[in-house]
């Protein structure tokens, strides 16, 4: 087991002077020493987010494993071609004079 003088170290900065005088007052009440109070608080912070970050990675593992890609690329496709048949393209080609430079591109490249 590893004494406590080996363990790795972390600086800690508070923002404010009222959160620190907090610690001291609470650790004082709890009858432990701000070091100690503060490593059981990020313990528990931790294990409640590893836990958050777990269920999260577990949904998103359910959500791949349960991708079928027949299914889902006949669903894509359909859904393009809807799009396709239903919606008004917003770009439409047009021919245009080759003698005419008509947003002066030629001229800004010295042609």
Not at 21 to 45: H, P, T
Not at 71 to 83: K, T, Y
Request: net charge negative; charged share 30%; hydrophobic share 45%.
């Amino acid at each position: 087991m590893s004494r406590a003088t080996d363990a790795p170290k972390f600086t800690l900065r508070f923002r404010d002077n009222k959160s620190h005088e907090v610690l001291g007052i609470v650790a004082e009440r709890y009858g432990v020493s701000k070091n100690q109070l503060l490593l059981d608080m990020i313990e528990r912070e931790l294990q409640v987010a590893a836990l958050g970050v777990e269920l999260d990675l577990a949904g998103t593992l359910d959500l791949l494993q349960g991708y079928s890609l027949e299914e889902h690329l006949a669903d894509a496709i359909e859904a393009v071609a809807q799009g396709e048949a239903h919606a008004q393209d917003p770009l439409t080609a047009r021919r245009v004079d080759s003698d005419r430079d008509a947003f002066g591109i030629l001229e800004a490249f010295g042609a």
